[in-house]
């Protein structure tokens, strides 16, 4: 039941991450470092709401406008790569790196490199549930991603923009010349990105002190996600995030949890190996 | 003043080599490398283990190094190179993130966090400013070779070799060119390269720990790599006014934590800005 219920919350902060990373990759074709400002950086913006005496529900409000407008914002800095052009990939992961280091020296220069407690949002900190506890910043992240994926399952049956988004991140160009804003539904996505990756940071720091340094393996395992998710699949993304996220429960079981990042490393080499040298072949 | 002044350009010296290294991987395999710091930290590991835990003369711990971050970078080549650029280019983070929890967790081995101090220099029993000097020596002799080797090369059959290799390695392949070799090759090249910087480094500092080659100074010289292209000396350029910018905004009156971060914000936005002015001067997006 323990392992369940680990399972079941890695999972979901995995799938908020993985999407995140997922819908800038599919649509803008490169990996965004530029989430990382919006998974660190979205509890600062909580806590200093709360320090200018608002509400911490103002500051998740305040944390998750901000994030989807800087979201929106970095499609106009750095282009969508066109599709059939990968080596952007890199001089474009490279840009939004540069971006997030920007991001993270100015939370450097406001909020120092001191870990700071987040307000509490939750007033008992652990749920016993059959002799197994899972905390509440756990739980938060269950209840988000679900509502997630209820919002996705929602679009992706009923709404054009689902379909917008589909024809955008296949062909950008193409998409154009049928009259689609493709550069609004692009902004759109990375705003939606943004504040998912801001979700998976605010529903973190309820758990653990809040710094400027970024958990790594995190947006590794996001981006393991997005790479065994190919093509637009929303199925195939649920299934990746869930067997990533019980995977990682799994490893830090068995492996200890400080062997994390080798964990997820090695998951990240193994799907690109795997996408190179298995999946080319049965195709 | 001068001991801090000596630090700077021991600082400088190590990144460009670093940033060598990630060029050569970049123009021969067109993979941009985000695992430099971990081969220069197998480097500087295997250099600080033979020489403390083992007792080995310095000098040879410091080749000894150099040959494990060469090793592990013709490995992990041959790998590498069978897959496509862009996959391959991530999987070097992963690499690098996975070794820098090696460092960090194999405790019993590298001492974890605490990290390994007592390192010997290459002379035995000198100060601090002779091992600024002894590093400065060795690592402003190579990066002097490999300005002077890249600028006598230009031009010539081997400058055109290179650039087959990242613009057509489908025809060079053809023509029977092994370009797998010689892409695997290049690697233990470069990691030498690297292994070479993060040894001396070692050696200079008497100390290291996983920080020092954490996953962020593999995407800072990778971002230098990616703006210099494929010239040293504008590497050169970038990497030692990316090291001399805080201390001349020290020189201003800014406080070394306002000048760390403002270090910081500068760079990551020239980055932006380079990779987005670099992509839209064209109407047609040429990598090249």
Known sequence: MQFLLNAAASSALVSLIGFAIWIVYRSRGYYDFGLLLALVGSPF????????GGSSFLGILVALAVCA???ATTTFILPAAPQDRKPLLVRLTVGSYGLWLAGQGLLFAVFGDQPLSFPQLANAPFFNIRQSSISSGELMQLAMAL???LILASLSRRSTYWIAWKATATNNWSALYYGIPAQR???CGAGAAYVCAAVAGITQAVSIDVTPYPAFSLFLNGAVVALIAEGLSLFKLFFASVAIGSAVTLAIITVGAVWQEVFSALALFAALAWLTFVSRKIR | MIGYGLYLATLALSLVIYVFAAQIIA???????FCMPALGGIAAYTTAISSTTFQLNPALSLILGILAASLVGAVSGILLSRMSPDRASIATLAIQIGWTAVFLNWSTVTRGALGISGIPGLIEQSTTSQRAMCSIAILGLVTVLWLVARIRVSGTILASL???HFESPAFLSGAGWPVENSRALSWAAASALAGLSGGVWAQFVSFIDPATFGASGALLIVCIALLSGRSALLATGITVGFVAFPESLRRLGVSSASGAAA???????FVACAVAWSINRSAIYDDR
């Open chain 2, 162 to 164: 290179e650039a087959a």
């Open chain 1, 69 to 71: 407008m800087i979201g």
């Open chain 1, 147 to 149: 509502l997630m994926w």
């Open chain 1, 185 to 187: 539904i692009i902004a």
């Open chain 1, 45 to 52: 913006l909580v806590l200093a709401v709360v320090r200018a």
């Open chain 2, 27 to 33: 123009r021969m395999s067109q993979v941009w490398p």
């Open chain 2, 263 to 269: 270090q910081q914000i500068a760079f990551g936005l």
